[in-house]
């Protein structure tokens, strides 16, 4: 009979470039289990100082193993050009951890090759990458999103972690050395945080085939870390790792969940359900959520949650939603002929039509200047705001005075009559003087009322046109070559001429 075989995932661990080479060193120090390491450089100097298990230097009729200068182009060609030692590196792993620091050149532009070889090879492929600070320029930035998304295409499931992230969890005091430091150790957190899950045995275990399942072609990932101790941690660590500063997005929707909980031999199998619990209520409610506990007794009485989430509707996770919108306020009620708008850089205006306003009927009345011209002027309610106002009371006489055409002449002894028995003899006819705009015009409006009486005429030319017309008329000259109407009089009718006519 046969003796049985044990047969072990083989996990390899690749750090390209500068950021990831780093990174595998911190793995190494820390005495990660389990994994391979292999580093990958186009700077000879700086491989050399790797202790990782393979070392290739890639490039070297390209840059001379002097490095890739932050040239992206350059590390993708340096990695193309040895496509062939990477493929030879990679064989026979299970699963491969592609991490790298973004932004740079080797690692921003050789990560998608070897993941792509990788994942050719049938491995499990994860990507780890730091997204860079903000004080490494915009460059740095442009070219690191230019990479994720290059890099995105080439894996089963990409785990970005922003470094500026870290500034909120580390104190005011932290050196730019230790910066990236921590940036190592939250990248070793991500991938021992997964690789513990297969490797170490804990009180549940965990195999290849239940990490694949929430993995594979899972798109873009999100991970959170966490730890807490005295009563009810295991909680606490839980809510930090679901609320974590590295999550650039909430894993609410996530369909799949990796949840490692790690402590010491004290860890309860009661404290690793009610963390579960309430990792699974912030995930999807169908997720399917893989989860291990580890026992590690160099934490003693701490307890350290990591929270990867994968599989979004679209392989983007939602963005946190700091705010709700505010309500734009409502159009408020006006009566004038412009509305406003409001809108975020101020107002904007539209105008009505004069109907949807709701004035009343303008009043007309007529006028005439020394020259025999005939118009009508409009007697608008008070002008809203917005709009132009006409000038009333002696103003108003002024300008209608100064709009003749042409000035007029003095009167003669017999025009001057009294201003107010005309406007009596006016009213005792049944005619309508308005406000004269002088003592010319009111006895010339005067003479036409007597000599036109009540008639149909009057009415018409006096009334009827305002409210013909309707809301809104303007003032419109009448023509000069066509006099007033007037009726034929009845004979035997005696009619009151002044005597300045006779």
Do not use: C
């Amino acid at each position: 009979m046969a003796a049985p075989q044990n047969y072990l995932a083989v996990i390899k661990v690749v750090g390209i470039g500068g950021g990831g080479v780093n990174a595998v060193n911190r793995m190494i120090e820390v005495g990660l289990k389990g994994v391979e390491f292999i580093a990958i450089n186009t700077d000879a100097q700086a491989l050399l100082m790797s202790d990782a298990d393979v070392k290739l230097d890639i490039g070297r009729e390209l840059t001379r193993g002097l490095g890739a200068g932050a040239n992206p182009e350059v590390g993708h060609k340096a990695a193309e050009d040895h496509a062939e030692d990477i493929e030879e590196v990679l064989k026979g792993a299970d699963m491969v951890f592609v991490t790298a620091g973004e932004g740079g050149g080797t690692g921003t532009g050789g990560a998608p090759v070897v993941a792509r070889i990788a994942r050719s090879l049938g491995a499990l492929t994860i990507g780890v990458v730091t997204r860079p600070f903000s004080f490494e320029g915009r460059k740095r930035a442009t070219q690191a999103e230019e990479g994720i998304n290059r890099l995105r295409e080439e894996v089963d499931t990409l785990i970005v972690i922003p470094n500026d992230r870290l500034l909120s969890i580390s104190d005011r005091q932290v050196s730019v050395l230790d910066a990236f430091k921590q940036a190592d150790q939250v990248l070793l957190q991500g991938v021992s945080g997964i690789t513990d899950l297969i490797t170490t045995p804990g009180l549940i275990n965990l195999d290849f085939a239940d990490v694949k399942s929430v993995m594979s072609n899972a798109g873009s990932a999100l991970m959170g870390i966490g730890s807490a101790r005295g009563e009810n941690r295991s909680v606490a660590a839980a809510e930090m790792a679901i609320s974590s500063p590295l999550l650039e997005a909430s894993i609410d929707g996530a369909h799949g969940v990796l949840l490692s909980i790690a402590g010491g031999s004290d860890l309860g199998l009661f404290e690793i359900n009610e963390a579960a619990q309430l990792v699974s209520q912030a995930a999807h409610p169908d997720s399917n959520i893989i989860f291990g506990a580890v026992i590690d007794d160099g934490l003693g009485d701490e307890v350290r949650v990591t929270v990867i989430a994968a599989g979004f509707d679209g392989g983007m996770p939602r963005r946190r939603q700091e705010q709700q919108q505010e309500r734009l306020p409502g159009r408020p009620a006006s009566r004038s002929g412009v509305s406003s708008l409001p809108t975020q850089g101020g107002q904007v205006y539209g105008f009505r039509r004069p109907g949807e306003l709701g004035w009343p009927a303008s009043s007309t009345s007529r006028t005439s200047n020394g020259a025999g011209q005939s118009a009508e002027t409009s007697h608008a309610p008070d002008a809203p705001a917005h709009s132009v106002q006409q000038p009333s009371g002696p103003a108003a006489d002024q300008h209608e005075a100064q709009a003749a055409t042409k000035p007029a002449e003095a009167p003669t002894a017999a025009e001057q009559a009294s201003e107010a028995e005309v406007r009596t003899a006016a009213a005792a006819a049944g005619g309508d003087v308005g406000r004269p705009t002088s003592d010319l015009a009111a006895q010339t409006q005067e003479l036409r009322q007597r000599l036109l009486g009540n008639s149909p005429y009057a009415r018409s030319d006096t009334h009827a046109e305002s409210s013909q017309r309707g809301e809104g008329s303007v003032s419109r000259p009448l023509s000069s070559s066509r006099p007033p109407l007037r009726p034929a009089p009845d004979e035997g009718d005696d009619l009151d001429i002044p005597d300045f006519l006779k």
